[in-house]
């Protein structure tokens, strides 16, 4: 009778007990240095990310859509990859390779180490000159000097490019400028509508598979018709070199619809080449 008593006193007191995991799911409260992934900007879409090894931080990268072939800006928050607080301080640059396998080649960069003050993004703008496929892959490389360590390092992230359509980007060989393997990419404004707008162009030539520089001494003729009304439009402005490869000038479109932009290119009033030809729908 005892023992019975013993084991009946026992079960109530541990009904009766507080639940001890109840208790620490109540209580605990995140550990906030622990890392989050950050909120992707608005009107961008992430592209991966990466830590930096050496610099004790961590890149994630966006754009303002999917990687595609011709000129793309790329964007990166770092963050403490150990705290997970905004890294605003250092120096930033990022480099592109596309492997092949057999061979590999890189693609024309403009470098910009320093950080937006506003969006507190580093950014570095690229021409990708083909898509990948599984064979053929873009590996973007991330060195970061973080000044709050005084350290730095490099990550890397595997990222898909696609072919634009429609295309973004020309390539030719041109014979009379030392047979240059010259690449030309439109850049679209950032809303195409009826009546005037900037018309952004960019220049390259491939010196060797690592290096691509801006050509700035290119005349550029440009004429903007729509096939399906056999007309063109008045008042264009044709583009000229402003800094760094890039020709700007003004596109007149006088309505809605497929418009096709044709470009001649000179030097030093040498006809070089006359069948480039991009398309942009209004």
Known sequence: ???LYFIIAAAIVLLSAPSCKKDTDETTTPNNN?????VTPDGMVKIGETYIIGAKAKAYIYAKQNLFVGYNTIYAAMYDSADGSRLVDGHFTLGAEMDMGMMKHSCPIEVNEDIDATTKLYSTSLVFIMPGSDMAKWKLSIAYHNHKIDMEGEGEIEVPVVAAT??????????LD??????VSFVLPTVAKVGLNDAEFTIHKMAST????????????????MPSMGHGSPNNVNPTHVANGHYVGKLNFTMDGLWQIDLKLSKNGVLLKDDIKFEITL
Do not use: G, N
């Not at 622990?34 to 950050?38: A, I, L, Q």
């Not at 290096?211 to 001494?217: H, K, Q, S």
């Open 1 to 3: 009778m005892k023992k």
């Open 34 to 38: 622990t890392p989050t992934t950050p």
């Open 210 to 225: 690592t290096d691509f520089p801006a050509i700035t001494d290119y005349t550029i003729e440009m004429t903007p018709t």
């Open 178 to 183: 030392d047979s240059a393997k010259v690449f």
């Open 166 to 175: 429609p295309k973004r980007l020309v390539s030719s060989v041109i014979a």
